[in-house]
């Protein structure tokens, strides 16, 4: 499966931005599918994931309460709602599915990437 994350932009703290990921395939209904993000100077990080059946989501500490991963299996599509944005959630952020449609917090499970949509956010 092919992955294209979109939305990334600069906002300001407090402000909301939604990502999206739009995978091709007619599989994608049967991966779990995740966001990572990575700072600069700093490793990627675990943000949130999702089932394939969206039934389970699992999130990273960091953002637990803030963000909320979603998906649209008839558009082949993940979302990531990010509300009450820090200048901290700044990053590259990155899509990925994992075929083990369980959902995974770590990144190993992953085993198609995304390109990355920067988010800024300014103070």
């Known amino acids: 499966v092919q992955l294209q994350a979109s939305g990334g932009g600069l906002v300001q703290a407090g402000d909301s931005l939604r990502l999206s990921c739009a995978a091709s395939g007619r599989t994608f209904s049967s991966y779990a599918m995740a966001w990572f993000r990575q700072a600069p100077g700093k490793e990627r990080e675990f943000v949130a994931a999702?089932?394939?059946?969206?039934?389970?989501?699992y999130y990273g500490n960091a953002v637990k309460g803030r963000f909320t991963i979603s998906r649209d299996n008839t558009k082949n599509t993940v979302y990531l709602q990010m509300n009450s944005l820090k200048p901290e959630d700044t990053a590259v952020y990155y899509c990925a599915a994992d075929v083990n449609g369980m959902g995974a917090t770590g990144e190993r499970e992953y085993e198609n990437w995304g390109q990355g949509t920067l988010v800024t956010v300014s103070s």
């Open positions: 999702i089932s394939w059946s969206g039934h389970r989501t």
